[in-house]
């Protein structure tokens, strides 16, 4: 019976040790799990910085009109999907057309001057050539024909002087009888003869001298032919620059024709429309804005103590708030260059009045990894999470 109880005794006693030893082992292998998994959390955590302050960002491309009318129809409506090229917004074109027209025409008028212009220069020069060659052959002529006036004036005076002397000798001869009347007379008429002779002579050179002088007025107006033909060629070139703006007229007419149907620049959603059918819109004029859901970022605002050991191209997990948690994968693409406070309106200024040290933020830029949004959810403006492994 001691026996019995002594033997139950012993297994009893055996039994609540390895019970202990039991739990001690399990004791231990918990700490070692624990400590395994905060090695592990403190690796994961430890290499990671995260913020709130971060948003989607985006393009967003405004829609203006390029020239005003009134809206003839709007083919879009808000948040409609659009690829590039798509037509939003049809203008009037009347009016557009009217100009083109004009346009056209001052064209082919500025064509036809400069065409005579250039037609007009070459006959110039010719004309002016003969001009110049005829006005001084007129010249050499007037000179030869007072030459020969002078010379006959000189044979004129000769003859009047022998004339005069023979009625002198005839006027003694007859006074004594000893030449006829009749030979007398013939004398004096000769002496009024060649009197008449020398003034029509001197009436000849004068008339010749004039002839030089008209000869040589000639000449001079023919040798500004140059000036004249550079006058014309100037006009031609004149009218050249003239055909040259009538074409620049004309392709502006054309663009503001092609203006009027406004076209989508890039593929993207259409937001913010503030365009009506019959709407007068001036050139300028706000019309509608495009959002490209294909090329967007992330914008996070790290603290300046987070930075350390950030890097371009190191990886970075968003949660995006929109979507209950869903994560998207992404990679640090560029730091801002300064603080978000030195690009506000009214920065800081430190060096007045009391100092008191706040933590600044610095923009980073993170981009998401390809084809992580095929179904372009992400809109700018959205709050998200983004972490970024330092390590």
């Known amino acids: 019976m001691a026996e019995t109880i002594s033997t139950g005794t012993t297994v009893s006693e055996r039994s609540a040790w390895a019970t202990g030893r039991t739990r001690v082992s399990i004791l231990v292998a918990a700490a070692a799990v624990a400590a395994v998994l905060a090695v592990a959390l403190w690796a994961y955590w430890g290499g990671r910085e995260s913020t709130d302050d971060a948003q989607v960002d985006g393009h967003i491309v405004p829609i203006a009109a390029r020239v005003g009318g009134t809206v003839l129809a709007v083919h879009v409506k808000d948040n409609q999907s659009v690829g590039a090229g798509a037509p939003l917004v049809d203008i009037d074109p009347r009016d557009l057309q009217v100009a083109l027209a004009r346009a056209a025409a001052d064209l082919a008028e500025a064509e036809a001057t400069a065409q005579a212009a250039r037609t007009t220069v070459p006959m110039m020069s010719t004309t002016t050539s003969s001009q110049v060659a005829a006005a001084a052959s007129d010249l050499e002529t007037a000179r030869a024909r007072t030459a020969a006036a002078e010379a006959h004036e000189r044979e004129t005076r000769a003859n009047e002087t022998k004339a005069l002397g023979d009625l002198e000798r005839l006027r003694a001869l007859v006074a004594k009888d000893e030449v006829s009347r009749q030979e007398f007379d013939a004398a004096v008429a000769a002496a009024e003869s060649s009197r008449a002779a020398v003034q029509s002579a001197q009436a000849a050179v004068v008339e010749a001298q004039k002839g030089i002088e008209s000869a040589a007025a000639r000449l001079a107006q023919a040798k500004t032919a140059p000036q004249q033909v550079d006058i014309m060629q100037a006009r031609a070139s004149s009218a050249d620059a003239k055909v040259a703006q009538s074409k620049a007229a004309l392709d502006q007419a054309q663009l503001n024709l092609e203006y009027a149907s406004v076209r989508a620049p890039v593929e993207g959603v259409v937001s913010r429309k503030g365009v009506e059918v019959g709407q007068v819109v001036q050139a300028g004029q706000p019309l509608m804005a495009i959002v490209p859901l294909a090329d967007v970022w992330v914008t996070a605002n790290f603290k300046e103590s987070q930075l350390g050991r950030m890097r371009p191209g190191q990886a970075v997990t968003i949660t995006v708030d929109a979507f209950g948690g869903r994560s998207f994968r992404g990679r640090v693409e560029s730091i801002a260059a ?33 084809g992580q949004d095929p179904e372009h959810l992400l809109r700018p403006g959205m709050s998200v999470v983004p972490s970024v492994f330092t390590r």
């Open 338 to 370: 300064a603080t978000g406070a030195r690009f506000s309106m009214l920065p800081p200024e430190n060096a007045t009045g009391n100092y008191v040290k706040v933590v600044q933020r610095v923009p980073v830029k993170i981009v998401l990894e390809p």
